[in-house]
Each structure stands twice: as structure tokens, then as C-alpha cells.
């Protein structure tokens, strides 16, 4: 393997995953959400409670951005904003609804990842890859 091509092939080899794995989390689910939109709902599954401003740092999108992204799901029940008890003019963002299915479901499609990977690796191969991607991870951040 040639090293100055390891960085495009990284590259290369982890946007073909996601891409995969978001058509098939898309099937699965059949729910019809953009990827800011899918993304701002993962942050919020895993972290509950996170703020706008939260939100558009780990993003790396602008505040203007996530309020309309939030507006729109929360138009259509994904998520509910609540207003700080502390400061009045902070909120944060929970699921709604329609944000609990969604996390139901996705946690469903995982899953049936997880018996994907757990049929064609062993555990020690699981485990040195998500070593591999935490140092990967680790290396952009």
C-alpha cells in the first residue's frame, strides 16, 4: 500500500460505509428526514437536554442553522423545546413523540447491524476496529 494514497482510502472506505449504512437506515426506518435533520436528532438521543448552541458546535454549523432545523422538527414532533427553569431565555432540546419512535427504530436498526458484523467478525476483530476508529476519531477532533 502506497502511504501517500492511505489517507484517500480511509477516507474513501469510511464514506462508502456511512453511505450504506444511511440508505439502509432510511428503509429501515422510512423516515423522511435530511441529514442536518437526522444528525441534530442523533445529538440529541445521545446527549438529552443539549442546547441549541450544543448542537451547532458539534455540528460545526451555524446557531442560524440548527434553529431552523429545530423549528421544522419540531413542527413536525420530533423534538420539544423546554425552556430553562435558571435562565428563561435558554432552552434545550428533547425528543417528541415522533423523536422517541424514531430513537426506537433506529435503535432496532442497530440491532440488526449489530448481528451483521457479529456474523462476519470475531469479537477480537470488533474490538480492534472501534479501536482503529476511536484513534481515527481522535486524530481529526
Same mark, same amino acid.
Given at each position: 500500500?502506497?502511504?501517500? #494514497?492511505?489517507?484517500e *482510502?480511509i477516507?474513501?472506505?469510511?464514506?462508502?460505509?456511512?453511505?450504506?449504512?444511511?440508505?439502509?437506515e $432510511?428503509?429501515? &426506518?422510512?423516515? @423522511?428526514? @435530511? #441529514?442536518?435533520?437526522a444528525?441534530?436528532?442523533?445529538?440529541?438521543?445521545?446527549? +438529552?437536554?443539549? !442546547? +441549541?448552541?450544543?448542537?451547532?458546535?458539534?455540528?460545526?454549523?451555524?446557531? !442560524?442553522?440548527?434553529?431552523?432545523?429545530?423549528?421544522?422538527?419540531?413542527?413536525?414532533g420530533?423534538?420539544?423545546? $423546554? *425552556?430553562?427553569?435558571d435562565?428563561?431565555?435558554?432552552?434545550?432540546?428533547? =425528543? %417528541?413523540?415522533? %423523536?422517541?419512535?424514531?430513537k426506537?427504530? %433506529?435503535?432496532?436498526? #442497530?440491532?440488526?447491524? &449489530?448481528?451483521?458484523? *457479529?456474523?462476519q467478525? !470475531?469479537d477480537?476483530? =470488533?474490538? @480492534?476496529v472501534?479501536?482503529?476508529?476511536?484513534?481515527?476519531?481522535s486524530?481529526l477532533?
Amino acid at each position: 500500500m502506497k502511504t501517500n #494514497n492511505v489517507a484517500e *482510502q480511509i477516507n474513501h472506505t469510511i464514506e462508502d460505509i456511512w453511505i450504506v449504512l444511511e440508505k439502509m437506515e $432510511r428503509d429501515y &426506518t422510512k423516515f @423522511n428526514l @435530511n #441529514n442536518q435533520q437526522a444528525v441534530l436528532l442523533a445529538l440529541v438521543i445521545r446527549h +438529552p437536554s443539549i !442546547s +441549541p448552541s450544543e448542537i451547532a458546535e458539534k455540528m460545526m454549523i451555524t446557531k !442560524s442553522a440548527v434553529s431552523q432545523q429545530i423549528a421544522k422538527l419540531e413542527k413536525d414532533g420530533y423534538i420539544i423545546k $423546554r *425552556q430553562h427553569v435558571d435562565d428563561k431565555r435558554g432552552y434545550s432540546i428533547e =425528543l %417528541g413523540e415522533k %423523536g422517541l419512535l424514531y430513537k426506537q427504530e %433506529g435503535e432496532a436498526f #442497530n440491532q440488526e447491524i &449489530t448481528k451483521k458484523y *457479529q456474523a462476519q467478525l !470475531s469479537d477480537e476483530e =470488533l474490538v @480492534n476496529v472501534i479501536e482503529v476508529l476511536e484513534k481515527l476519531k481522535s486524530v481529526l477532533l
